[in-house]
């Protein structure tokens, strides 16, 4: 994968630190609002690791989004809160369960072929959501308690606090961010985009590159899945709208947006996408003329997204 | 009512909705086929025709006019978003789908803008605006099947446009391999753009033929652009003969999934298409990825 | 200009412009506060401007403004300063949008919204952050029902309320055998059940329940099945763009003239001019009607007309009546919000003379309202009778009712 350039790489860093000293002057809400920012951007990141790496563009990620979600909410009873360590785990693998499934079936299509039936999935997923009384139904269900941190008695955070919340966000972007980093220099990672540029080759040389894929759908459903279980414990809520393809698209966008086969393109998306979505529909009742008219521009003019963007006025 | 006679009517549902889906979905599989672009605005100019015949029936007081007048309509918004795409071309296909997500939010809020937001009937020309019986309850208006009859004229049209002109060679040599279609010296950007235009008339010649019996109103593209991408992916990308056969198995699959699994009717249509994709990665008449 | 200084000015104008975004992008400018009852009343809308539920969304908040402007502009002496969302009709942002205008804006009175998943959501973020919550429409039962809350309001209906009135209807006429038809969702099923809670216990039966994936239009299937089954009535839920639809098809299909076509009011509301002829006659059971013979009615169509150009609706009844109950709180109040617990009770209490005739509400604060018989005339939903009086929702499992 490519290294950022050095100047990139000091402007991230420097994003890092301000996303660390934040807390220091911003109130509860942007706490609140920035911890859903970079849960978006684990998400995004895990998208990439398809879209931007793989070659495996998927109209269908919010399919574990939603698992990860939904299996928070099963698993947390009505009368107190489910522990963190017990339930993450099980969320996580809930979704890479269903990536397993899903990407054993959609994995032999590829190219526009792979973006439909990956919308496919999460679709059948919708439905199925809809109308499932024990799961809520159409209008979706709450999960009435934060996960508790607790590991033999000792609490090292408390999800409740916005503070904390935000601090598990912020450790959760970064600590994606490196471990698909490291993923990408190894040996695996550089396996998987030889896949892209060129599939037949590695095949022809006795890589069984759908084993590799398979991996590689297995741990970006994972990631999706442990941003899904966050962003629906932040407020508590799920509904079959998680599943939805708005939130497909506009996570596509975010990673297109931001600059996709870059680890920081997604986050800078994230950021740029939410924001302006934000600052947007305050501002008028007619936002979306403008917010498509943005879209438009940012195809136009950046032609690699933010990421790229950063790298030209670098050069 | 008798079985039989049920599931002749159901069978007749099935296919006059398919037709429809049909129209909707064969300017969606030129776009996608030949230019490779995820078209997500093709809900939106269906959208458009919709509300471009609501608007002229209402000036012209006739839908047959408007549709005369319309048509250039279309023809000329198609040229001018063509615009916005010619500079894409050579990048990545995903820019070309972002860009449309773009258009969809532009779109509907122009429309918004433009018309309001209410509920419009446009009404269906007095010549067509009767039913004929089936049963003693149930009767068929004879509009639907003059959609049905306008779709499989088209479908006709378009058979014979790809497989005896010029053009079609051009569009079918586009669809199977660019770099070939380049080598034989065919003006690349002309095919993209001719085709680009037929699938934005297409759409928009969809919502107009259908706004009669469809209502016009808000979001109408959207539940429509799902579907059509279902039809095109089952057909095989970029393959009229395709999109036919699947719009025809979708409209269908759909009737029936109503009759049979009401429960499971909102999945029918995936499942469907899961299992074709299974059993072919490539579609139906897919040439392949 | 050397490579050095190019870079260095290139990065230092990224970096401004994206802190100035950020500080634009999300009013990072911290809000202003002022003490006391000359600081304005912050009224949070969070409805659809755009989409399919836009038009909804837009008379909710118009005629909200006009019930406002009526009285001077004021709530309990106070200015009001609002703040609008558009909420897009997406559940999967309706968490994050509650909680900007909860958390970010800090209004006083949260309004909103239209769409049953995304008041879900909403009502989640309110009920956390105990945030006063006025429902202008969203119908789905939990809001004054299993999650009810003292400082959440309601002054539109529940999804059952259309529906025991219209089963009622139908059971007084000796209507026998009936088939429900309805889009695949909760707000679809309560509105049956509904209408199969008053219909079967006037010894009516429901020979089947048809419902659609939303947001789905295509009704032949199932109009087909219809036919087949010959009820003596169907009963119908449906809104907007797929009502409009749904009355034409079945009037093309040739099912109005054996089979009666019965609905919650929804079906005939903003869609008569789209439909045309085929709606006429058809009969409806809603907290509103055209021909209403009320002196508020009167004032308030007028009224909402030349404010807007459009014609008042349920929805803009609706959404007067949200400002109206706002209104009798504040006064009783004086504009301290901080009084909650006489604001809540002054509300509790409120009669609201509304242009859908008076009403109270109930305990768990949804409308006990009566409902009109209305039947399509022409262009109107012209009110026949009372079809149930004062009714009131059941409220199962609100521990306050």
New interface residues.
């Given amino acids: 994968m490519p290294v950022p350039s050095r100047s990139v790489r000091l402007l991230l860093l420097a994003g890092f630190a301000t996303l660390l000293l934040f807390p220091l002057f911003g109130e509860r809400f942007y706490l609140q609002l920035l911890a859903h920012i970079m849960l978006m951007a684990v998400f995004a990141m895990s998208l990439d690791l398809l879209v931007g790496f793989a070659g495996l563009v998927s109209l269908g990620h919010t399919a574990f989004f939603g698992v990860g979600g939904y299996a928070l909410m099963l698993l947390t009873s009505s009368a107190g809160p489910a522990n963190l360590w017990l339930t993450l785990p099980v969320a996580l693998a809930a979704a890479a369960v269903a990536a397993v499934i899903i990407g054993l079936l959609v994995l032999r299509s590829s190219g526009v072929y792979f973006i439909m039936v990956t919308l496919a999935f999460t679709q059948m997923l919708y439905y199925f959501a809809i109308g499932q009384k024990w799961l809520g139904g159409s209008d979706g269900a709450y999960i009435n308690f934060k996960p508790r941190a607790a590991l033999f008695g000792f609490v090292p955070f408390d999800l409740q606090k916005p503070l904390h919340f935000y601090w598990v966000a912020l450790a959760l972007m970064a600590g994606t961010y490196l471990l698909l980093f490291v993923i990408l220099r190894s040996l695996f990672g550089r396996v998987v985009c030889a896949i892209r540029s060129n599939e037949g080759r590695l095949a022809s040389l006795g890589i069984p590159t759908f084993r590799y894929k398979l991996v590689c759908f297995v741990i970006a459903g994972a990631l999706a899945g442990l941003a899904g279980y966050f962003a629906s414990a932040q407020y508590g809520v799920v509904n079959p709208d998680f599943f939805g393809w708005r939130l497909a698209g506009e996570v596509l966008m975010i990673v297109i947006l931001g600059g996709m086969g870059t680890l920081h393109g997604p986050i800078l998306g994230a950021f740029a996408l939410v924001l302006l979505e934000d600052s947007l529909s305050v501002a008028s009742k007619h936002w979306l003329l403008p917010m498509g008219l943005f879209i438009i521009a940012a195809v136009l003019l950046l032609p690699k997204g933010i990421a790229g963007l950063l790298e030209r006025a670098r050069a | 009512?008798d079985a039989i006679v049920?599931f002749l009517?159901?069978v007749l549902?099935?296919v006059?909705?398919g037709l429809l889906l049909f129209l909707v979905a064969s300017g969606l599989t030129l776009v996608?086929g030949i230019m490779?672009v995820?078209n997500?605005a093709h809900g939106s100019f269906y959208m458009v025709g919709a509300y471009l015949a609501y608007a002229l029936t209402q000036a012209l007081g006739n839908l047959w006019l408007s549709l005369v007048a319309a048509v250039p309509l279309a023809l000329i918004i198609g040229l001018l978003l063509e615009l916005?795409f010619r500079?894409?071309y050579r990048?990545?296909h995903?820019?070309?789908?972002?860009?449309t997500?773009?258009?969809?939010?532009?779109?509907?809020?122009?429309r918004?803008?433009l018309f309001?937001?209410?509920?419009?009937?446009v009404?269906i020309p007095p010549a067509l605006d009767f039913?004929v019986?089936l049963?003693?309850?149930?009767?068929?208006?004879v509009?639907?099947l003059w959609i049905s009859a306008a779709c499989l004229a088209l479908a006709g049209a378009l058979y014979l446009v790809i497989s005896k002109t010029r053009i079609g060679m051009a569009i079918r040599a586009g669809a199977a391999n660019r770099e070939m279609v380049q080598l034989l010296g065919i003006d690349v950007g002309m095919v993209f753009r001719i085709v680009f235009v037929a699938g934005v008339v297409l759409a928009a010649f969809a919502g107009m033929i259908a706004a009669p019996?469809?209502?016009?109103?808000?979001?109408?593209g959207?539940?429509i652009l799902?579907l059509s991408?279902?039809v095109?992916?089952i057909g095989g990308?970029g393959s009229i003969k395709g999109a036919f056969v699947a719009a025809l198995l979708i409209g269908l699959a759909?009737?029936?999934g109503?009759?049979v699994a009401?429960?499971?009717?909102?999945?029918t249509v995936?499942?469907l298409?899961?299992a074709v994709?299974?059993w072919r990665?490539?579609?139906l008449f897919?040439r392949g990825? | 200009m050397t490579a050095l200084t190019r870079t260095t000015s290139r990065r230092r104008m990224l970096l401004g412009v994206g802190a100035a975004g950020l500080a634009v992008g999300s009013g990072f400018v911290p809000a202003r506060f002022a003490i006391g009852q000359q600081a304005k009343v912050k009224i949070g809308l969070m409805l659809p401007y755009s989409g399919t539920y836009a038009l909804l969304g837009k008379n909710i908040d118009d005629a909200f403004r006009l019930a406002i402007e009526e009285q001077g502009g004021k709530l309990g002496g106070r200015e009001i300063e609002y703040v609008t969302l558009d909420d897009e009709a997406e559940p999967a942002k309706g968490a994050d949008n509650a909680n900007k205008l909860i958390n970010r804006d800090k209004v006083d009175f949260l309004v909103g919204t239209v769409h049953s998943g995304v008041q879900m959501a909403m009502l989640k973020v309110a009920r956390d952050n105990e945030q006063f919550m006025l429902i202008p429409n969203a119908g789905l039962k939990e809001a004054t029902g299993s999650l009810c809350a003292p400082y959440v309001f309601r002054t539109s209906f529940s999804n059952m309320q259309p529906g025991l009135a219209m089963g009622k209807v139908a059971g007084e006429r000796g209507v026998k055998r009936a088939v429900t038809i309805t889009w695949d969702y909760a707000a679809g099923a309560e509105s049956v059940d509904g209408f199969k809670d008053t219909f079967t216990k006037a010894g009516g039966t429901v020979e089947k329940e048809l419902a659609l994936p939303f947001p789905q239009v295509e009704f032949q299937s199932l109009l087909t099945q219809i036919a087949s089954i010959k009820p003596d009535l169907v009963y119908a839920f449906f809104a907007g763009g797929g009502a409009a639809k749904f009355i034409k098809d079945y009037a093309a299909a040739g099912l109005r003239p054996n089979i009666p076509l019965v609905g919650a009011g929804f079906l005939t509301d903003g869609v008569l001019e789209a439909v045309g002829q085929a709606g006429d006659g058809i009969e409806t059971t809603l907290h509103y009607a055209d021909g209403l013979d009320n002196a508020k009615d009167k004032a308030f169509r007028p009224a909402f007309k030349s404010k807007t150009s459009r014609e008042a609706d349920v929805y803009a009844v609706q959404g007067y009546d949200t400002a109206q109950l706002l209104t009798i709180g504040m006064n009783a109040v004086k504009g301290d919000v901080k009084a909650r617990k006489e604001l809540i009770a002054a509300m509790e209490q409120a009669e609201i003379d509304s242009p859908r005739g008076k009403f109270r509400l109930s305990k768990a604060h949804n409308p006990i309202q009566d409902f009109y018989l209305r039947k399509v005339q022409g262009r109107e939903n012209r009110v026949v009778s009372v079809a149930a009086k004062a009714l009131a929702d059941p409220a199962t499992g609100c521990a306050t009712a």
């Fill in positions: 009512m049920f009517i159901q549902n099935g006059q909705y996608f490779g995820v997500l916005l500079p894409l990048r990545d995903l820019y070309q789908v972002l860009l997500y773009g258009l969809i939010l532009a779109l509907e809020e122009t918004s803008l309001g937001d209410d509920v419009h009937g009404p039913s019986p049963t003693a309850d149930l009767s068929y208006p509009y639907r019996v469809a209502t016009v109103y808000p979001g109408m959207n539940a799902i991408f279902v095109v992916v990308i759909d009737t029936f109503q009759v009401p429960d499971f009717a909102g999945m995936y499942v298409m899961a994709l299974l990665p490539a579609g897919g990825t």
